[in-house]
């Protein structure tokens, strides 16, 4: 049985097999009103639900019996505004730990900023301490009280999100726990185990922000003239449905979006490239949504040439095999899986198409960032796989997935299609946040 036939079987298995995540997304419900999109913010009574309900099962996933982080004035660690320390001037040392009688949380806050902590009703308790009196102290004093396994404090070589305390807040806390010092440990797995699951109103929120960044790609495909327009041109336009929508950037504002007419060049900004028939178009974009939840979609399009109506045999067929691809990755996303099987499910349609060799993962967490915390799906084409590719997925968990197919041009350079889509794996299985991208988007179609 030769390549053809095999590739062929195996892409009809998998359309199969994922046709009722697709079918299931009712594209008319899509639709999102701008005026409607900032009613409210959902962020503070989902961080409540969060902390009481996510954290608890963290931390004892993670083998935690107290965990430690100091929010401060500038230079704030990454994880405050999920615990409520966005707003701290001085010093606030918050605890979160695990006890016979549960779970619990307590802030030892300067008094000036106590109030307005205390008013956000996240926190079981929040202890004012007077000015000129050290809250780490006090904080440490409480910790030897109560005889912890472990304490976890924000150092991490792995995880950014886990790695917010300060050469000054860890020497200042090792001397005031004295003894209890040596029983610190990194929260990196504690972090992971929170931040890695996503409620599912926030899921929702998720859904809004990958419908408007596919929604703004349709639209900007529609105002591009070739032979005049540039990449630029088209990144400047998803900009300004930005500022409509009121929504920011999904990661750094001079990479996103990323709009590519030519070879393959990662992760980059738009060029002054104009784009001309023959050419296929890559846009990666993400938007944030509430300052908080980003998205992260790519959509392709074929240019046609003069007396083209449909793209030629060879790109409908790299973009059916990089279609395949992604159709495969959702299928193998399942509870229990590991991120390098996921990889490992289209690398093996990749194989079968006759794809030039593809550098990154299929996919990532996505959900607070771009990269968010979780497993990464990829490795198996590795020498070495990194660990988070060996993590297992779980319930709950999200993210932003590729179907890749890269071909040689004539110049020897290549150039990727990735269809990159948004994804939640449930207790089934996995699905779709929002309807994937079908068909290869024709510009200048009559």
Request: charged letters at 25%; aromatic letters at 8%.
């Amino acid at each position: 049985m030769n390549k053809i036939i095999v590739f062929s079987l195996i892409l009809l298995t998998v359309l199969q097999s994922c046709s009722n995540p697709v079918d299931s997304i009712d594209k008319e419900d899509t639709k999102i009103d701008p005026s409607e999109l900032w009613a409210n913010n959902p962020w503070p009574e989902i961080r409540k639900e969060r902390i009481s309900k996510l954290l608890p099962e963290a931390m004892k996933a993670a083998g935690v019996d107290c965990w430690i982080s100091i929010c401060r004035e500038n230079n704030n660690d990454p994880i405050a505004t999920h615990i409520g320390g966005e707003n701290a001037s001085g010093s606030a040392i918050f605890l979160f730990y695990l006890d016979d009688e549960g779970f619990h949380s307590l802030v030892f806050s300067p008094d000036g900023e106590a109030t307005a902590l205390d008013e956000l009703d996240i926190h079981d308790q929040v202890k004012r301490v007077e000015r000129g009196v050290s809250t780490l102290t006090e904080a440490a004093a409480f910790i030897q009280s109560k005889n912890f396994n472990t304490i976890a404090i924000n150092t991490s070589n792995s995880n950014a999100l886990a790695d917010g305390l300060t050469h000054s807040q860890h020497k200042e806390l090792n001397d005031a726990l004295g003894k209890e010092a040596v029983k610190l440990i990194s929260s990196e797995n504690l972090i992971y185990e929170w931040l890695s699951i996503k409620l599912p109103a926030e899921v929702e929120i998720l859904k809004q922000a990958a419908q408007l960044a596919s929604d703004f790609q349709y639209e900007a495909y529609q105002m591009i003239v070739p032979g005049k327009t540039t990449d630029a041109e088209v990144a400047k336009f998803l900009k300004s449905k930005m500022v409509e929508y009121g929504v920011t950037d999904a990661w750094h504002p001079d990479q996103n979006p990323n709009v590519n007419s030519g070879i393959d060049r990662g992760h980059s900004h738009a060029t002054d490239k104009v784009i001309v028939g023959g050419d296929v178009i890559q846009i990666d974009f993400g938007v944030k949504l509430f300052d908080i939840w980003v998205s992260d979609i790519q959509r392709f399009a074929y240019v046609l040439k003069e007396g083209e109506t449909e793209a030629p045999a060879d790109i409908k067929a790299y973009w059916e095999n990089g279609k395949a691809g992604s159709r495969a990755a959702l299928a193998a996303m399942k509870p229990g899986v590991k991120g390098v099987e996921v990889d490992r499910a289209q690398r093996t349609l990749m194989e079968a198409a006759g794809s030039e060799y593809v550098m990154w993962s299929t996919g990532h967490p996505v959900g607070y960032v771009a990269h968010d915390v979780g497993p990464n799906l990829g490795g198996s084409q590795s020498k070495t796989i990194r660990p988070a590719a060996e993590k297992l997925l779980k319930e709950g968990m999200t993210f932003a997935f590729d179907g890749f197919h890269c071909w040689k041009l004539p110049d020897g350079n290549t150039k990727t299609i990735s269809v990159e889509e948004m994804a939640v794996v449930t207790s089934s299985g996995a699905s779709y946040l929002i309807q994937p991208q079908e068909e290869l988007i024709l510009v200048g179609k009559k």
